[in-house]
């Protein structure tokens, strides 16, 4: 659907917010998807999931890193790394809410002041259909009629709003 794009473009366009968080993408091997790889905001990047990596903790054809949900993923996203700040998280996916530290993490962060931007798996979950219920929060579905559009809009919006303004995630 291109929810990694959009949140990378959405990163890109802001001028006024400074932004934290973090972004995902594919790792591909002669065109196949093998992976994906976890990137904060700041530019440490590590591989979160592999078709190669052993372990207990799998998702599908993948197994899952969790320390780097919790080394990278979970710190960037702290309401004390972001105060006045934007936080963009990119997803939050059955493999990253795999980790506890990271979902408690995801959970302090909606019950902050903060601004928020993240992107939800499109499968149901207790804990994303929780957090999209809130009445504090807004689900925008990214479609293939506004994926374009859709990062200018929101990045309008929250340049507008201001990091003192009163937060609605």
């Known amino acids: 659907m291109g929810k990694t794009t959009a949140m990378r473009r959405l ?9 934290v968080g973090f972004t995902t993408e594919e790792i591909r ?3 196949t998807r093998v992976g994906f790889a976890l990137e904060t905001l ?5 591989v979160l999931a592999h078709t ?35 936080v963009l998280i990119d997803e939050l996916g059955r493999m990253e809410l ?7 993490a995801v959970q302090a962060l909606f019950d902050s002041d903060a601004d928020i931007v993240a992107t939800v798996h499109a499968g149901r979950d207790p804990f994303t259909d929780a957090l999209g219920q809130r009445p ?11 994926r374009d ?3 200018e809009a929101l990045a309008a919006r929250l340049e507008h709003r201001g990091p003192d303004e009163p937060s609605s995630a």
């Open 11 to 19: 990163a890109a366009l802001l001028r006024t917010r400074e932004a």
């Open 29 to 31: 091997e002669a065109g």
């Open 42 to 46: 700041t530019g440490r990047r590590a």
């Open 52 to 86: 190669g990596f052993p372990g207990p903790t799998r998702v599908g054809r993948y197994g899952v890193d969790l320390s780097v949900m919790e080394r990278l993923a979970a710190p960037s996203i702290q309401p004390t790394a972001a105060p006045g700040r934007l």
């Open 98 to 104: 795999a980790c506890t530290p990271f979902r408690d």
């Open 136 to 146: 504090d929060v807004e689900v925008v579905h990214l479609t293939p009629a506004n």
């Open 149 to 151: 559009n859709l990062p």
